[in-house]
């Protein structure tokens, strides 16, 4: 089993609707959460770093994390067609990164 | 505030060569990460370096290595290069104190002929 699961992707929705995506984590010793925004050709840019259970906001965007059900969502909302990128999930433990396979969202004007 | 920079953008080799890969962090981060990016299997860790020191690796060969300089800035060398090490090599940084969020560069892009 891997440490990270996504939820299957991609996903194509309309301009203006909310993007829901989540993924699950097997690992209880992970500690931080974060959300990555990755364009086709550049590297990874941190959207959303979060610690303890519960909701954090940022503009359009909120992170959600449920410790004791080891699920953490991301959640877009008003998406516009600047949103469409891939989106990775990433879970820290000590230094140490683990990712996510990464969802696609197309937003369509 | 200027991020992190990777060089070469894109570099093209043949099996059996040796590829040299570069990155300058953060002003002010001491912790640089190397990451492989390949087609169907997401970010993997390949290496940990932080005050010019390995501190950690992944399940990479050692044909996988690098070094950080006293300014910081990292390079990861593979040598003897396969096929499949054809990747999206990504460089992140990060301050030196705990649990601070790690800033991806553009990466590199390996590919091998």
């Known amino acids: 089993q891997k440490e990270v699961e996504k939820d299957p992707g991609p996903l194509s929705v309309p301009e203006g609707a909310i993007v829901s995506l989540n993924c699950t984590y097997s690992n209880s010793a992970f500690q931080y959460f974060m959300w990555y925004r990755q364009y086709s050709r550049k590297g990874p840019e941190l959207l959303m770093y979060?610690?303890?259970?519960g909701n954090k906001e940022d503009g359009r965007f909120t992170a959600q994390v449920d410790k004791s059900s080891k699920y953490i969502s991301l959640f877009i909302r008003d998406s516009q067609p600047s949103d469409s990128a891939t989106y990775l999930c990433?879970?820290?433990?000590?230094?140490?990164?683990?990712f996510g396979a990464g969802t696609t969202v197309t937003v369509r004007a | 505030e200027a991020g992190v920079t990777q060089s070469p953008t894109h570099l093209i080799k043949t099996r059996g060569q040796q590829a040299t890969l570069r990155c300058s962090p953060i002003s002010g981060h001491t912790s640089v990460y190397w990451y492989q990016q390949a087609l169907g299997l997401g970010l993997q860790f390949l290496l940990w370096y932080d005050e010019g020191e390995e501190r950690n690796r992944g399940n990479f060969p050692p044909r996988f290595s690098g070094r950080q300089f006293p300014n910081y800035s990292s390079e990861l060398n593979v040598n003897a290069l396969e096929l499949e090490d054809s990747a999206l090599y990504l460089c992140a940084s990060s301050s030196g104190t705990d649990y601070q969020p790690q800033h991806f560069g553009d990466g590199t892009r390996l590919s091998i002929l």
């Open positions: 979060t610690y303890s259970s």
């Open positions: 990433a879970m820290r433990f000590d230094y140490k990164l683990s």
